[in-house]
């Protein structure tokens, strides 16, 4: 599997992403072809340069803007509501898939303008980040991992820096409103650079295609690439974008863990049950011995890092528990199949792990063996021995 891994040294922005995209390997024609799809109302270039930042090279790619006179080669800026991106976005000859995706991030983006601000969704004017140069910055990140094969996409830990900027509404806090809204459940770092490092536009991209936050994945590195910032900053100003191989089965997860030492039995239970049709993959507990001697149970929680949130979530509210500890992980999974065999008992459905050197693991399925255990009075053991004998 093809996987990215966005490495935010000096924050994130839209514009350094496409930088980066296009410095591990994008070609900017290419990038520029497949934006022309987009039909918007207003003119725009996409232009592309190397540049050094504190000794890096790297690319700086910038979406300027005009009216929509070709005469009148001004920049020009427009902020929008809502339904103006939606309604581009289902005018526009993109692929419906990349359609659905960049709705729901305009969407999620003016969610959480409409909260900062007391608004409803559908009266928040996007100032900022209503541009067209916002637009281009996340439809071309979405179009540009499609182009490079990319299919998943993970990130560092986000440096957050500190200071003011001027916008719309007067003089705005950094890290923004916005970026700190979108962040949420993201794991941020502190900076000492009294500058904007993480832009609105950079976390909403970033929570979107990522599929999780933390150290370097295990691959085969295939590609690196530098997408430069605007700005002189004491550090390098870039975002680094390793692209690499991961092997067959190879995927990134989630270790949520809590220590409980007054939860019943049956909450227990019933947790369990909540974890596992929430989206857990594997929910499990194991005895431990905490302080001052409490015999204690800690509840372990393997899942997707999608499902993170709504996982804690769960825990938070279920159980006793203030705190939860997460990890994540790398798993290194068969590839499986399902077959139905014919038994004496009936059809049952056995799983097919395929191991490295060709042979196979067979495993049939519990509930289909019980079922016809207790229809012909046998045991257990029985039918699975019969399942396990016979080839599909």
Do not use: W
């Not at 296009?22 to 070609?27: E, I, S, Y």
């Not at 820096?161 to 794991?187: D, E, M």
């Not at 594997?282 to 431990?288: Q, S």
């Amino acid at each position: 599997m093809k996987i990215a891994y966005f490495d935010c040294l000096a924050g994130a922005s839209g514009d350094m992403i496409l930088g980066a995209l296009v410095d591990a390997g994008l070609p900017l024609e290419s990038l520029r072809e497949r934006l022309s799809i987009l039909d918007l109302d207003e003119e725009f270039e996409l232009k592309g340069e190397k540049v050094s930042k504190n000794g890096f090279a790297a690319t700086r790619v910038d979406v300027i803007t005009y009216a929509s006179h070709p005469s009148d080669k001004k920049e020009h800026f427009h902020g929008r509501r809502l339904t103006e991106f939606e309604t581009i976005l289902r005018k526009s000859r993109l692929p419906v898939v990349i359609q659905d995706q960049a709705t729901g991030m305009f969407r999620r983006l003016a969610e959480v303008e409409a909260g900062i601000h007391g608004q409803l969704v559908e009266q928040v004017h996007l100032h900022e980040i209503g541009g067209v140069d916002t637009m281009v910055d996340v439809v071309g990140t979405l179009l540009g991992l499609k182009a490079l094969g990319i299919e998943q996409a993970y990130g560092s830990p986000i440096p957050l820096g500190r200071g003011f900027v001027t916008g719309a509404h007067g003089q705005i806090p950094l890290p923004a409103p916005a970026t700190l809204a979108l962040l949420k459940g993201v794991p941020v770092q502190g900076s000492e650079i009294d500058q904007e490092l993480v832009t609105p536009t950079g976390a909403l991209i970033l929570t979107t295609v990522c599929q999780g936050f933390g150290p370097v994945p295990s691959m085969t590195l295939t590609g690196l690439g530098y997408g430069a910032g605007e700005r002189e900053l004491p550090i390098p100003n870039v975002l680094r974008l390793l692209i690499g191989e991961t092997g067959t089965g190879m995927e990134q997860l989630v270790l949520l863990e809590t220590n409980l030492d007054d939860n019943s039995a049956e909450i227990n239970g019933y947790v369990m049950e909540k974890l596992f049709a929430t989206g857990a993959l594997d929910v499990y507990f194991m005895p431990i011995q905490m302080k001052k001697n409490r015999l204690a149970m800690m509840l372990s929680v393997l899942c997707h890092p999608a499902d993170t949130e709504l996982l804690e979530a769960i825990l938070f509210r279920e159980t006793s528990t203030l705190g939860v500890r997460r990890q994540f992980m790398e798993m290194h999974s068969l590839e499986r199949t399902s077959e139905i065999v014919e038994t004496l008992y009936g059809p049952i459905q056995v799983k097919v792990a395929r191991l490295p050197d060709g042979t196979s693991k067979r495993a049939p399925e519990y509930e289909n063996c019980k079922k016809a255990a207790e229809t012909h009075g046998v045991p257990l053991r029985t039918v699975y021995a019969a399942a396990l004998r016979i080839q599909a």
